[in-house]
């Protein structure tokens, strides 16, 4: 279902670690089919090394490359980063956000453009691929749109729809 989507990780942190490893280690997708972004140099290092992806400072390239963008970021810079992404997104790509404690309603008014939007949450046990993962489809995003999410999501640990 994802061998032939480009999945753009934005935030190479915590969270992105352990979706990036839980997609290869499942066999979901290949290392050649993820792009990521991070502001630390050295983080992007690790994880080129570690899973040996394509790593970038550039967000915008993350976009541009990607079918799915998922923006693994912390909370209070979501809306920046929204922002300096927002013309290269558009309804080929499904967004995807597990920013903590940011509701839809405020990624769509920054995002201010009908967009295949589905926001995730999922929990710290993600991290050993135990995880329980809520999602919650846009009012764009399709069933298809929700099993991609799902399919990622479930490479962690268990999706709730």
């Known amino acids: 279902m994802l061998n032939d989507k480009k999945i753009g990780m934005i935030g190479a942190g915590n969270m992105g670690n352990a979706l990036i490893d839980g997609l290869i280690r499942s066999g979901a997708t290949q290392p050649e089919n993820i792009i ?4 630390s140099e050295s983080q992007l290092d690790a994880v080129r090394k570690r899973f040996n992806v394509a790593v970038t400072t550039d967000n915008i390239e993350v976009v541009k490359a990607s079918d799915i963008i998922i923006y693994a970021v912390k909370p ?5 980063v929204l922002r300096e992404t927002a013309d290269h ?8 956000s597990i920013a903590a404690g940011v509701p839809m309603a405020a990624i769509e008014s920054v995002l201010n453009k009908d ?13 050993v691929r135990e995880g329980a993962t809520a999602v919650a489809a846009g009012g764009h995003a399709s069933q298809e749109d929700v099993k991609l999410a799902m399919a990622i999501f ?6 709730i729809f």
């Open 36 to 39: 990521c972004s991070d502001t």
């Open 76 to 80: 209070q810079i979501i809306a920046s």
């Open 89 to 96: 997104l558009d309804m080929s790509k499904l967004v995807i």
């Open 115 to 127: 967009l295949r939007l589905i926001r995730v949450m999922p929990n710290v046990a993600v991290a």
């Open 154 to 159: 479930d490479s962690v640990g268990k999706s």
